[in-house]
């Protein structure tokens, strides 16, 4: 069965200093991983899906197999980065079943 | 457009309470999904459904049954509510498999207390 592993609960960084938000997962195929942001009092959104390669707000990941990891990163926090952060495996299937990480709480202090 | 909402935000149960979460999505989409946000564990899938009329457990499906009998809606419900059951629990939905803006939307949540 697949699993999704985000290590760390909590995370603090300074604004201006880099982050980075790490994801393990493991799965015997050729995954697909995604990352969902959940800023205070909003709904679960997705930020990134790594068959996209695509940057947003900043925010990066690049899916290594080898080391089974696919950790967000950002060069440089801002405060408006502070949220819950899930990274989440879509099981493969008719029926697009996304597996979640426990997530990890991002603050970025002034 | 209003997305994915979810009917009611906030309950109160008594052990022994049955009651129902209504999840409407007005997007067409034929997946809908239902799951359920602890502290520390994430989200975890109760139930989904891939289309009108079908429906399918999840990871936690004990204590919960679900329907699907119109595409826009998904209803969940909770027959005989736990204390277990306290969570927050988020509706989803996504086009099918392949779509090009494939992604799941949610809801904002339903906050639910069983005392």
């Known amino acids: 069965a697949q699993r999704v592993t985000q290590p760390e609960k909590l995370l603090s960084v300074f604004k201006g200093a880099p982050v980075e938000l790490k994801c393990n997962y493991s799965?015997?195929?050729?995954?697909?991983l995604f990352w969902y942001v959940q800023y205070s009092r909003q709904r679960l959104q997705l930020l990134l899906r790594h068959i996209s390669r695509e940057s947003i707000k900043g925010f990066t990941a690049d899916l290594n197999k080898g080391e089974t990891s696919f950790h967000l990163k950002k060069p440089f926090a801002q405060e408006e980065d502070s949220a819950m952060y899930y990274c989440?495996?879509?099981?493969?299937?008719?029926?697009?079943?996304?597996?979640f990480g426990s997530g990890t709480q991002l603050t970025v202090l002034p | 457009n209003a997305g994915v909402t979810q009917t009611p935000k906030f309950r109160v149960l008594k052990t022994g309470q049955s009651m129902t979460l209504l999840c409407a999505q007005d997007?067409?989409?034929?997946?809908m999904y239902w799951y359920r946000q602890d502290p520390g564990m994430g989200l975890r899938l109760i139930h989904y459904?891939?289309?009108?009329?079908?429906?399918a457990k999840g990871e936690v499906p004990d204590g919960y049954n679900v329907s699907r009998l119109k595409k826009q809606n998904f209803l969940l419900g909770l027959e005989s509510a736990a204390p277990s059951q306290t969570s927050v629990y988020f509706c989803?939905?996504?086009?099918?498999?392949?779509?090009?803006?494939?992604?799941?939307?949610f809801g904002p949540g339903t906050r639910l207390l069983v005392l």
């Open positions: 459904s891939v289309g009108e009329g079908t429906t």
């Open positions: 997007m067409n989409h034929e997946y």
């Open positions: 989440a495996l879509l099981k493969p299937g008719s029926a697009r079943q996304l597996t």
């Open positions: 799965y015997s195929g050729s995954p697909e």
């Open positions: 989803a939905s996504s086009l099918r498999r392949g779509a090009i803006q494939e992604t799941q939307y």
